[in-house]
């Protein structure tokens, strides 16, 4: 009977991996990679321009009992906010602070309010005055968009499921109001 | 006279250690891939032009570009108008009707009117795509709003940039 051959394990054998294909990839990936990357990563807001006045002034007509929000930036004094509900206004100012920046936190505290008073309002309206920088304006948009605060969540009732929701976001819809003034 | 030592000649062979530059790689790869662009819009921000922070998530969609820096107002690549003092100039607003730029109307109305681009959505939906600056005043913006939405061009996507 032959015997069998042992085969001598050597558990220190050490071999080194061909990492040349693998570079060769990646040498021609990388150029590929800088070319097409956005390293300024950009995102839009969206806005409804009053295109047609009797557009809007029908829509006002349907909508005599809904409750309206604007958002007046004044450029001296900080940000009004105005709610007409049921046809009444019912006014709040969010002052400047003193460092003549607006106070964004306050503004965001209140309109937090105003929703959980208003869940079913998404819109709201925006007048700046002239001299408001456009990233003000952005600023109280962002603040207007959604809550920061992650405990405070609002109800939205979701129709496809007739249940009552979540949600963060508090006024995503901002229209400009005075572009059409003079 | 000293007799010179001449090393025999051989062919000789080296392993270049390539790990390294394979980890260096890897990390480049990665990080690459984290900023690559899967958005179907490109835009380029306009020199020198400061755009506003948002927390805003929504992409750009295809939309006529329009950019008001504190210099010049441009469509795409075209320069439409020059500013003055973060302005526009006496000779570009209506003089009837302080809000309406008149080059920003007449290339905006081209477009809208242009046969060529009727089946476009972005025509057809009237979407703008603005680029401004985040130092103009908002008596700027209004009017381009304004001469926007008077050129059949109500639906208005500020760019900003990402962050707070």
Known sequence: ?182 | MRRRYELPKQKSTFGLNITSMTDMFTILLVFLLQTYSTSDVEIIPEKDMRLPASSSSTNPVESIKLVVSKELVKIDKTKIAEMKNSDFEAKDIDPNDTNFILPLFNELDKIAKDEKLKDNPAVKEGRILLQADSALPYSVLRKVMYTASMAGFPQLKLVTLVGE
């Open chain 1, 1 to 182: 009977m032959k015997r069998m051959k042992k085969v001598k394990i050597d558990h220190n054998y050490e071999f080194e991996l061909d990492l040349a294909p693998l570079l060769a990839v990646m040498v021609k990936l990388v150029p590929v990679l800088l070319v097409s990357s956005a390293f300024v990563q950009l995102m839009t807001i969206e806005t409804q321009l009053p295109q047609v006045v009797q557009q809007a002034i029908e829509k006002n007509e349907k909508d005599l009992k809904a409750t309206h929000i604007t958002l007046e930036v004044k450029e001296k004094d900080g940000v009004k906010i105005v709610v007409n509900k049921d046809g009444k206004d019912s006014v709040e100012m969010v002052p400047k602070k003193a460092d003549g920046t607006y106070d964004f936190a306050r503004l965001q505290e209140r309109l937090r309010d105003v929703k959980m008073h208003n869940p079913e309002v998404f819109k709201i309206d925006l007048s700046p005055d002239a001299g408001v920088s456009y990233n003000d304006i952005v600023h109280v948009m962002d603040e207007a968009r959604r809550s920061r605060d992650s405990n405070v969540k609002f109800p939205v009732f979701d129709k496809a499921t007739n249940q009552e929701t979540k949600t963060d976001y508090m006024f995503p819809e901002v229209t400009f109001a005075n572009t059409m003034e003079g």
